[in-house]
Each structure stands twice: as structure tokens, then as C-alpha cells.
């Protein structure tokens, strides 16, 4: 299947398609509201998608209650450290708003509490090397996601599109074992409200374990505090004990969880949100 697409709709960036059977408003425009909100709708029904994600400035979310949505996850300071933005959802057929995981993402979420350390300082294990990507990276980047997921949410398995991200607001970061690339995960930035996504993390078979996300977390984090962003925060696969634990150890707060939102690992999977003020 063709991956979604993105486009913009007035001036939001919105992902779109069977691939995900969802709408996600990936970066909403303060002045779309509420004019979008119709043109969400009308999206849903012509290409009959089951789902629509959004995130919204708090004040605004009366528009799309009133609409329908509901609020599944949020995160405080998400706008330039101050207002809170609420993940909202619209479900158009009932099952996909059935949580039919309910025991592990409980399990998950009370073993990744459970981590959570007084001090968390992670540390490369010898031999091990850390680096920022550039696009001579592409290839092997797309190789190891090809590797490590049956499917994923974006075209990441394509260099050109690890190329075009790198273009825009996207950085990449790889850990390096003799020169090659053992395991990688970005950021993608939104300077004008101060966030970003931590995002894209992936380790080859042979050196998980090793804790190479939690250096490459820990890394990220570094970089964007100097540029000057306030928040960092991660969505997440719900079902994973080992990225929900690698969030709560690095001092991530749970902000809530996205039901059935998102295709990745050959299914549809719910995916829970973790943020951190940096």
C-alpha cells in the first residue's frame, strides 16, 4: 500500500491516507480555527477514513469538542512553554475506538513507572561512538528501518525521504560501532513553538541492550536545549516495554494514550505520549 500522504490544508501540514485510514493535522495553524474543522470532515467521509488526530492549543478546544473529538493525551507548555496542547481524536466507526490491548499498555505503563530513576545519566558503552547524521547517512538510515519494522506511519525505508526531512526541520543522530551505523533516532523541530518530537528510534538486533536509545535521547536533548526549545515529547507504541521504559527512565511525564492511531510493526497500534520540560 501507498504510504499516506502530506499536504496542506490552508495553512496546516496534514498527513492523510489508507496506510494509517486516519487524517493527523501534524502542525496545526492558529488560523485555521475552526475553518478547518469542516475540511477535516469532509476529508473523513470522501476517502472514508476511521480516524482524525489533532493537536490543539488548549484555549481552543471547545471548537472541536462541540465537533465531536475527544481528548486523548496532552502535553503542558507545548506552545513556547506556556499553553498546553491537547491530542484530540475523532473516531467515525466505533470499534476503532476500542482499546482491545488494555491489559498490556497497563502492564507497559506500570513497568516503565517502575524505572524511574532518582538520577539518569546515560553513557556509550565502550567502542561505541555517537554522531548527528547528515545525507550521506540516507541509505544506511532507511536500511536499518527497513530492519527493524514491518511497517511504519512515514516513507522512512526511502533515503530520499530521510534526504528531504533533513531539509527541513528533521535531524538525525546514529551511534556508530566500527565505522558503521548500530542504532538511530531524530528530532523534528518546531522552533516557532519551542518543541519537538523525539522521534524514529531504532537499534539493530545484535546491540540492543546496550542502552543506545537512552544515549540517543539523552544526546538529542542536549542539542535542542541549545537551541533554545522548551519541550520535548514522543509518541510512542503503547505495546513497547522497552522505548515506554526508556522515556520514563529519562524523566518523561505520561501525557495520555492515542487509541488504535497509528501503523507501525505490520498493525494498527496504540501509541502513548510522553513529554519533558528541558
Same mark, same amino acid.
Given at each position: ?19 494509517? &485510514? ?17 475540511? !477535516? ?11 482524525? *488526530? ?7 478546544? =471547545? ?55 532518582? *538520577? ?10 555517537? *554522531? ?47 565505522? =558503521? ?42 542539542? !535542542? ?19 515506554? *521504559? ?22 494498527? =497500534?496504540?501509541? &502513548?505520549?510522553?513529554?519533558?520540560? !528541558?
Amino acid at each position: 500500500m501507498m504510504p499516506d500522504i502530506v499536504e496542506k490544508i490552508g495553512e496546516s501540514r496534514v498527513q492523510h491516507g489508507h496506510f494509517n &485510514n486516519r487524517v493527523y493535522v501534524m502542525r496545526l495553524n492558529p488560523s485555521d480555527i475552526p475553518g478547518i474543522i469542516p475540511r !477535516l470532515g469532509a476529508l473523513v467521509e470522501k476517502n472514508g477514513y476511521t480516524k482524525i *488526530v489533532i493537536r490543539v492549543p488548549e484555549h481552543a478546544k =471547545e471548537h472541536f469538542i462541540s465537533a465531536g473529538y475527544v481528548i486523548e493525551a496532552e502535553v503542558p507548555g507545548f506552545y513556547k512553554g506556556s499553553e498546553t496542547a491537547l491530542f484530540m481524536g475523532k473516531f467515525t466507526v466505533p470499534g476503532r475506538a476500542l482499546n482491545r490491548s488494555t491489559d498490556l499498555i497497563a502492564d507497559v505503563y506500570a513497568k516503565a513507572q517502575a524505572h524511574v530513576p532518582a *538520577v539518569y545519566q546515560p553513557h556509550l558503552p565502550r567502542g561505541f561512538s555517537l *554522531v548527528e547524521a547528515s545525507s550521506d547517512d540516507a541509505e544506511r538510515i532507511a536500511t536499518l528501518y527497513r530492519e527493524t519494522f514491518e511497517s511504519y506511519p512515514f516513507p522512512v525505508f526511502d533515503p530520499a525521504f530521510i534526504r528531504q526531512t533533513l531539509k527541513e526541520d528533521v535531524r538525525y543522530f546514529c551511534v556508530l560501532h566500527d565505522g =558503521e551505523i548500530a542504532a538511530v533516532a531524530s528530532c523534528d523541530v518546531n522552533d516557532g513553538a519551542k518543541n519537538a518530537e523525539m522521534t524514529d528510534f531504532a537499534t539493530y538486533l545484535s546491540f540492543r541492550g546496550e542502552g543506545l536509545a537512552g544515549c540517543l535521547l539523552h544526546t538529542m536533548e542536549e542539542y !535542542l536545549k541549545e537551541k533554545g526549545i522548551l519541550i520535548s515529547y514522543t509518541i510512542a507504541r503503547a505495546t513497547s516495554y522497552p522505548m515506554n *521504559v526508556t522515556f520514563a527512565r529519562a524523566g518523561y511525564r505520561y501525557g495520555g494514550t492515542l487509541l488504535n492511531n497509528t501503523n507501525i510493526c505490520g498493525t494498527l =497500534e496504540s501509541m &502513548n505520549v510522553w513529554y519533558k520540560r !528541558l
